[in-house]
């Protein structure tokens, strides 16, 4: 009769931080914040629960180090624009970049509209919330010099520019999650790319025309 073979155990690297933020990584790009358990985390990592806390001492300071990889993907696409373009063009090409970004990397998006709240926010360590304001921070900031740009050339009237990027995120937030399920208004990919164009097309125009008043 032939023996079974012993299941080879899971094969440890030397880096263990980097070992349990690559479980971290694929279990709540998966499940999600909700049904992914430190135990689990850990288990896949080949770790103890108490080797995770080591380097992790809350859960949530777990998520929010997996979410700031998803910000830095989305600033760091951002940060390809070129500010030289005129503001309509600036203003579509930031919306298109938001839209395409949930579109490569869906898991960080929903993490990041669905998952992330104030409450978890507020429970991590104030290193890893500091990293994740400011990650978020220079990502708006990047629209609101470009608001600010045309507010000072007199082609927008003058306001609160950071406000009015806050309104551009917040309405392509709405969008693309009309793609992602949860809605009978469901989009395909392609058909929320276009609603996204026609978005900067519109708020753009309509900013234009209120400077020309």
């Given at each position: 009769?032939?023996?079974?073979?012993?299941?080879?155990?899971?094969?440890?690297?030397?880096?263990r931080r980097e070992e349990i933020l690559k479980a971290a990584r694929e279990l709540f790009l998966k499940n999600g914040y909700s049904l992914s358990t430190v135990e689990q985390i850990a288990?896949?990592?080949?770790?103890?629960?108490?080797?995770?806390?080591?380097?992790?001492?809350?859960?949530?300071?777990?998520?929010?180090t997996i979410c700031n990889e998803g910000l830095f993907i989305v600033r760091d696409q951002l940060l390809q624009i070129p500010l030289g373009i005129g503001f309509e063009d600036y203003i579509t090409r930031y919306l298109e970049t938001i839209a395409v970004f949930s579109h490569q990397h869906a898991g960080f998006f929903r993490m990041l509209t669905a998952d992330v709240t104030p409450e978890i926010i507020a429970n991590c360590s104030p290193e890893v919330r500091t990293q994740a304001m400011e990650i978020e921070s220079a990502g708006i900031r990047l629209l609101a010099e470009?608001?600010?740009?045309?507010?000072?050339?007199?082609?927008?009237?003058?306001?609160?520019?950071?406000?009015?990027a806050e309104l551009f995120i917040g309405s392509v937030v709405g969008i693309i999650m009309l793609s992602m399920g949860g809605s009978q208004a469901m989009l395909s990919y392609d058909k929320?790319?276009?609603?996204?164009?026609?978005l900067g097309e519109i708020a753009c125009r309509g900013l234009i025309r209120s400077g020309r008043r």
């Open positions: 009769m032939q023996q079974k073979k012993k299941p080879t155990p899971r094969r440890r690297g030397t880096n288990r896949h990592a080949g770790y103890s629960k108490r080797s995770v806390y080591l380097d992790f001492p809350k859960k949530d300071d777990l998520f929010i470009a608001v600010e740009r045309a507010m000072r050339s007199g082609l927008v009237p003058e306001g609160d520019a950071w406000e009015v929320m790319k276009l609603k996204v164009r026609k």
